[in-house]
T-cell receptor, first 109, second 114 residues
């Protein structure tokens, strides 16, 4: 069975500082990895997915199969990045998402 | 509608009461998912529909939980004889297809069993 681990429950950074959210997964096949974000009083929404290889709102994430990681990075954090971030995994034949426990990011001025 | 709609937004139930939670997916979306999110945790999969067919119900925690999507659109999650451990946010999501297609989430129903 697949499993997603986000080791940090809380992350606090200053505005303009780099931010990295860690995500590790366990799955023996080829996974599809996602980052979802939930801003205050809003619904959960997709931030980015590894197959797109795109940067969204300045965030990037690289799938490292050797380390089974999919860390989310942004070089210069902004106050509007304060939110809850969830790493999630699905597999080719199984459409459901397996989520990590989430990381709350607070960006301080 | 503009997005996935869930009702009610909040529900307080007395232990032993039956509840029904509704999900209105984005029009035309084939796939529909239900997730349960306990406080401080990530969403946990409950069940998956492709059109009206329930293809996966492996995440339903007990036979008190039942979901249906009879016409391939609106879905209802029913919980019979609610227990305190059922208290959680119940999230519905829909997507145009499975796999890597983006899942669009509703705002959830917060169920509190007292």
């Amino acid at each position: 069975a697949q499993r997603v681990t986000q080791p940090e429950k809380l992350l606090s950074v200053f505005k303009g500082a780099p931010v990295e959210l860690k995500c590790n997964y366990s799955y023996s096949g080829s996974p599809e990895l996602f980052w979802y974000v939930q801003y205050s009083r809003q619904r959960l929404q997709l931030l980015l997915r590894h197959i797109s290889r795109e940067s969204i709102k300045g965030f990037t994430a690289d799938l490292n199969k050797g380390e089974t990681s999919f860390h989310l990075k942004k070089p210069f954090a902004q106050e509007e990045d304060s939110a809850m971030y969830y790493c999630a995994l699905s597999t080719y034949n199984d459409y459901k998402l397996s989520f990590g426990a989430g990381t709350t990011v607070t960006v301080r001025a | 509608g503009a997005g996935v709609s869930q009702s009610p937004r909040y529900k307080v139930a007395k232990r032993g009461q039956d509840v029904a939670l509704r999900c209105d997916p984005i029009s035309g979306h084939v796939s529909l998912f239900w997730y349960q999110q306990a406080l401080g945790q990530g969403p946990e999969f409950l069940t998956y529909f492709q059109n009206e067919a329930q293809l996966d119900k492996s995440g339903l925690p007990s036979d008190r939980f039942f979901a249906e999507r009879p016409e391939g659109s609106v879905s209802t999650l029913k919980i019979q004889r609610t227990q305190q451990e059922d208290s959680a946010v119940y999230l519905c999501a829909s997507s145009s297809q499975g796999g890597s297609a983006e899942a669009f989430f509703g705002q959830g129903t917060r169920l509190t069993v007292v």
